[in-house]
């Protein structure tokens, strides 16, 4: 039904920026959030940030707060990831994901709270 497109991602010095986008497309459906995840190698997939589609309020990982922003494009139906000051422990393969279905919770941080999810989108911090 819906896809995920995500692009922006790469190599990226230390200390550097990155923007990730997260392009919704398909059919009919309608998008009540969108989050992003990351995992690395060899551990757990991890919340990042998400953003209620409705509403202005954002949430981020702690691990992320102050570097990384979330932001929306409702109208182009796409999430953002502005990545800044980035570090090693940054590397991770970055999914971004959406909720489409109005029931169930909306525990932003949670995984089972999305619906559909992106391909990912390599990100290496690196010299």
């Known amino acids: 039904q819906v896809q995920l497109v995500e692009s922006g991602g790469g190599l990226v010095q230390p200390g550097g920026s990155l923007r990730l986008s997260c392009a919704a497309s398909g059919g009919a459906f309608n998008i009540y959030g969108m989050g992003w995840f990351r995992q690395a190698p060899g551990k757990e997939r991890e919340f990042v940030a998400a953003?209620?589609?409705?509403?202005?309020?954002?949430y981020y990982a702690d691990s992320v707060k102050g570097r990384f922003a979330i932001s929306r494009d409702r109208w182009k139906k796409t999430a953002y990831l502005q990545m800044n000051s980035l570090s090693s422990e940054d590397t991770a393969d970055y999914y971004c994901?959406?909720?489409?279905?109005?029931?169930?919770?909306?525990?932003?941080?949670?995984?089972?709270?999305?619906?559909?999810w992106g391909q990912g989108a390599p990100v290496t911090v690196s010299s």
């Open positions: 953003l209620p589609w409705s509403a202005t309020t954002t």
């Open positions: 994901a959406v909720k489409t279905q109005r029931s169930g919770s909306a525990i932003w941080n949670n995984p089972s709270s999305y619906d559909q």
